[in-house]
C-alpha cells in the first residue's frame, strides 16, 4: 500500500508526514537554495528544521487536508506536495536581502544589453558576448573579483521602487567583473550573493558581519594586500574634496553614530550606510601612511571646525572597517 493509500483509505496523518518529508528532502537536495543558517548541506536535520518551520507557519498539518482534497492518488500527491515545499521556499528566499536582491537583479541586469539571463537546468546570468558554460570554482575568487573593482558606490538604496542610477551602475560594473573573470554563465543566486557582500555596508548595512573566504580565516571585507592604493599618502583637505556632501555631512557621527539619523533627519540605515563608506574611504586613504593620525583628524577637525581632536581614532588604517566602527563607537 502507498504512502498516500494508507494517508486516505486509513487516515494515517503519520503516512502523510512521512510522504512530506520524503518530498521536501528531495526538493531541498535538488533544488537551488542553501541549508538553514549553521548547516553545510541538506542533512536530515537541516531538512526537519525547514519542515517544522513550514508546518508552524502554515498553521499546523491541517494543510495535509487541503492537498488531500486536491489528489487522486499518489504521483499527484507527490507533486502536489513537491509544489508546496518549493514555493514556501521562494517566499522565504524572497524575504531575505540575498532573495531581495536576486529578484532585482532581474531589471536591473535584464534591461542591460550586456547581460544575458539563461533559465536551464537553473536560472543564471553571463555576458551575451561570453561562452555560455557554467562556471565551476571556489566562489571566494569572485568574491575577490568583486572587492577588486574600485570607483562605485551605492550613495543610497531604495527597497521599493526603480533602482537609482548610481545604484543600477555599481551593480552592472561589478557583475561585468565577475562574468568576464569567470568567462561563462553564473547561477542567479552566485551572483547575487557577490553583490550582496561587495556592497553589504550599502544594501544591508544592519546585517554587516563576517564572511569568511577560506580555512585561513581571510575576511571578505579585507582588501587585498596586493591591490595599490591610489590614496595612500593623501592629505584631509584632498580627502575631503573627495567625498559628497551626503558623505561630508557623515563625517561628524563618526565618532557619535547614533546622533547621526535624527540630526540629519535620514533613516538608521541610510546613516548606517554612509557611514560604512568613508569607513572605506578613510581606511584606504591612510594605509601605509605613516601620517595617518594627522590625515584623520584633521579630516574631523574639517567636518567640525568648533570640535577638538578625538581622542581614539589613532591607527585607524590598520584596522578592518568593523574595527574601526567600534573603535569609534566606544
Do not use: C
Request: charge should be negative.
Amino acid at each position: 500500500m502507498s504512502e498516500y493509500d494508507q494517508w486516505l483509505l486509513d487516515g494515517d496523518v503519520e503516512a502523510g508526514l512521512r510522504l512530506l518529508r520524503r518530498i521536501t528532502a528531495q526538493a531541498l537536495r535538488t533544488g537551488p537554495f542553501p541549508p538553514p543558517q549553521g548547516y553545510d548541506r541538506w542533512s536530515d536535520d537541516a531538512v526537519d528544521e525547514l519542515l517544522v518551520e513550514m508546518i508552524v507557519k502554515k498553521g499546523g498539518t491541517a494543510f495535509l487536508l487541503d492537498a488531500l482534497a486536491s489528489v487522486d492518488n499518489q504521483g499527484s500527491a507527490e507533486r502536489y506536495l513537491l509544489a508546496t515545499v518549493q514555493n514556501f521556499q521562494k517566499d522565504q528566499a524572497k524575504a531575505t536581502e540575498h532573495g531581495k536582491l536576486r529578484e532585482r537583479l532581474k531589471n536591473v541586469l535584464g534591461k542591460d544589453s550586456r547581460f544575458m539571463f539563461v533559465t536551464s537546468p537553473h536560472d543564471g546570468w553571463r555576458l551575451v558576448d561570453g561562452p555560455a558554460q557554467w562556471w565551476q570554482g571556489d566562489i571566494a575568487d569572485l568574491h575577490r573579483t568583486a572587492l577588486q573593482v574600485r570607483g562605485v558606490s551605492i550613495p543610497s538604496w531604495n527597497t521599493a521602487g526603480p533602482t537609482a542610477g548610481p545604484a543600477r551602475h555599481a551593480l552592472t560594473t561589478v557583475a561585468v567583473a565577475v562574468l568576464t573573470d569567470v568567462n561563462g554563465t553564473v547561477r542567479a543566486e552566485d551572483l547575487a550573493q557577490i553583490l550582496l557582500e561587495r556592497f553589504r555596508h550599502e544594501i544591508a548595512p544592519e546585517s554587516v558581519g563576517e564572511l569568511f573566504l577560506s580555512d585561513d580565516d581571510e575576511q571578505i571585507g579585507r582588501t587585498d594586500e596586493k591591490l595599490e592604493h591610489a590614496l595612500t599618502g593623501i592629505s584631509a583637505e584632498e580627502l575631503w574634496a573627495r567625498l559628497t556632501s551626503e558623505q561630508r555631512a557623515i563625517v561628524p557621527y563618526l565618532i557619535t553614530p547614533g546622533d547621526a539619523a535624527p540630526l540629519l533627519g535620514i533613516g538608521p540605515k541610510e546613516a548606517a550606510a554612509r557611514r560604512a563608506q568613508v569607513f572605506e574611504l578613510v581606511r584606504l586613504a591612510t594605509v601605509d601612511d605613516p601620517r595617518a593620525d594627522e590625515v584623520v583628524m584633521a579630516l574631523l577637525d574639517i567636518a567640525s571646525p568648533s570640535a577638538g581632536p578625538a581622542e581614539g581614532m589613532a591607527r585607524l588604517s590598520r584596522e578592518e572597517p568593523t574595527d574601526i566602527e567600534g573603535r569609534m563607537s566606544s
